[in-house]
Each structure stands twice: as structure tokens, then as C-alpha cells.
């Protein structure tokens, strides 16, 4: 069986209140990488293993101009922070099975091309790994 990389996509961006039509789950069928792809240096490949949904998200599903943070881009996986498992690294400050929190896909493998800015190790993974979504999630 092939493997897939399930991801939520945002379908068109929200006027008003949020609709689950507005989003859809997508299974791209051989697209779960097991590898950072050659050429793509400083990448890590993340399993995903807890994502976050906060409020800020909510602006970001509206097409606008202006904002802090721009909107998501339609067709595309929604992104938010999240905790996963290092798969593969092509960055020297990240290898195989470290656990990282960061902004992520709302997929199940994340791509990080930037990860210096993106990703953080996790230096308590004796707590529990959800809490990196909240309070310990936080710079």
C-alpha cells in the first residue's frame, strides 16, 4: 500500500463565520517522504505529532492585506504550530528522532526549509508533549 501524507487544505478563504466546507482533508498518495529530498539544504523532515488551533488563525483563513501575518495561501495545508519527530535532517542543528516544536503543516510530514527559524528542540521530554501547544510552546 503507498504511502500518504493526509493534510488539512484551506478550499477558498473565509467570509464570516468559519464553514467546514471552507477546509478539506486531503491524502496525497505517495507524497509521505521518508527523506528531505536531495538538494534541498538545511531542510528537516517532521512527523507531526500534536498541532495547535489558536485564535490567530481565524484572521489568517480571510483574504486581507495589511495584517501582521499573511493570510494562508488556498489549495495549500493550513499551518500552525506543532510538535512532531525529526524524520530527517539536512541541517546540522537537527537529526533523526529529535522531538521539535514549531510552526508546522497541518499535515501529517512537514517539510521545514527554514528550520532555524521555525523549529525548536524540546529540552523537557519528560512533560507531556501536547503542552508545547500551549504555555511551553511559546519563545
Do not use: Q
Not at 43 to 56: F, H, R, T
Amino acid at each position: 500500500m503507498a504511502a500518504t501524507n493526509k493534510k488539512i487544505v484551506l478550499r477558498n478563504h473565509v467570509t464570516g463565520f468559519p464553514k467546514e466546507s471552507d477546509m478539506e482533508l486531503v491524502a496525497a498518495t505517495g507524497a509521505a517522504p521518508s527523506r528531505v529530498p536531495e538538494g534541498t539544504d538545511g531542510a528537516v523532515l517532521v512527523k507531526n505529532l500534536y498541532l495547535s488551533c489558536d485564535p490567530y488563525m481565524r484572521g489568517r483563513m480571510s483574504s486581507h492585506d495589511g495584517s501582521y501575518v499573511d493570510a494562508f495561501v488556498v489549495g495549500e495545508a493550513i499551518t500552525g504550530y506543532g510538535v512532531g519527530k525529526v524524520v530527517d535532517s539536512s541541517h546540522p542543528g537537527f537529526k533523526a528522532g529529535d522531538l521539535v516544536w514549531g510552526m508546522t503543516g497541518w499535515e501529517e510530514y512537514s517539510l521545514i526549509k527554514d528550520p532555524s527559524r521555525a523549529l525548536f528542540a524540546i529540552r523537557h521530554p519528560d512533560l507531556p508533549l501536547s503542552y508545547y501547544t500551549g504555555l511551553l510552546g511559546t519563545n
